[in-house]
């Protein structure tokens, strides 16, 4: 299933049930008194936070989401039933933009809830007419319709720390080895397609698709990604110690961050040479003292050195915590 990260959706509140006229029967009395009641009020369509960054893909061949009508009233003044209500579930980071107006609307926790469309009112019986000078009154009322517009729903996810660099970089295989993810891996371009997410002790971590040079510009796969690294408290930058030139492609990444949004270049970043099981102790120092010329802090770590990964996950989870 394609990554979905921005739908339009038309959405339907319930309209309100229809107030009626009724009669309260009585033995040796046709009207005993009126008794229609009210209507029930229509659904709201409500739309809900979830984990699951794929779910906008399960929409594409869904566009209208409709609540349940409410139902008339009925005899002995009893009130209608209250249409269901339609709720929809949204990833967690959704903008939310009402067409219509203009209005935007964050979802940002998960389970977080907000009422879009509200339900329209229920009519009124006729018993709510009854009076001491209209014992019988004939009126009632119809229900009202609901609120009914076109959203635009565009994701942009909310992370601590967002995993960034050149594809085969081993973003993904970090991500699993600190969160368990379960992020696809493989020794080839693009692999992740996606962005994933992973929990390292309340630290979320989003592993952002390979970036590429041009990629601000809209080449390759990770143009497309770049505004989630926006939400991102702070970027660590990946560089793969089994490359020549770390420095280079270091600030391939870097630019093409900074050409996206320069608020990006602001953000806190650290960089990780990681794969450093690929190459000798020797290579390692000279390849960490050319990125330190950067004026980050540099890790060195390998996926298969636990040693490594339990220094830079202490180390994360520190720097992540001060600024909450």
């Known amino acids: 299933m394609a990554f979905v990260d921005e739908i339009t959706i038309h959405v339907k509140a319930g309209r309100g049930g229809d107030g009626v006229v009724r009669w ?3 033995k040796g009395r046709a009207k005993a008194g009126a008794g229609g009641g009210n209507g029930g009020r229509g659904g709201n369509v409500v739309l809900k936070a979830v984990s ?3 779910v906008l893909a399960t929409y594409r061949q869904i566009k209208e989401f409709s609540a349940e009508n409410g139902a008339p009233g009925e005899n002995w003044s009893r009130h209608g039933k209250d249409g269901d ?6 990833p967690v980071g959704s903008i939310i933009t009402n067409i219509a107006n203009g209005d935007v609307y964050t979802l940002e926790k998960p389970d977080e809830e907000i009422i879009m469309a ?25 229900g009202k319709e609901g609120e009914e517009f076109d959203l635009q729903i565009e994701l942009e996810l909310v992370a601590d720390v967002g995993l960034v660099g050149l594809p085969n970089a081993g973003k993904s295989s970090l991500l699993n080895a600190l969160t368990r993810a379960n992020a696809k891996v493989g020794n080839y371009q693009f692999t992740t397609l996606e962005p994933n997410l992973g929990d390292l002790y309340g630290v979320i971590i989003a592993d952002i698709p390979g970036l590429i040079e041009g990629a601000s510009e809209g080449k390759g796969l990770g143009h497309k990604f770049l505004k989630h690294v926006k939400r991102t408290k702070m970027i660590a930058h990946l560089v793969g110690a089994d490359n020549e030139k770390v420095l280079e492609v270091y600030n391939t ?7 996206y949004d320069t608020e990006l270049a602001a953000k806190e970043e650290v960089i990780v040479l990681s794969k450093i099981d690929m190459v000798s102790p020797e290579e390692i120092e000279v390849k960490k003292k050319l990125l330190a010329t950067t004026g980050r802090k540099v890790f060195t770590l390998s996926t298969l050195d636990d040693d490594s990964l339990k220094e830079f996950k202490d180390t994360l989870t520190k720097l992540v915590r001060k600024d909450k």
């Open 24 to 26: 309260r029967h009585e």
């Open 52 to 54: 699951d960054l794929s």
């Open 85 to 90: 209500d339609m709720v929809v579930k949204i």
């Open 118 to 142: 509200t339900g329209g009112r229920g009519g009124l019986g006729n018993e709510h007419f009854k009076a001491s000078t209209n014992t019988t009154p004939q009126e009632c009322t119809p």
């Open 253 to 259: 990444v870097r630019k093409e961050l900074e050409v």
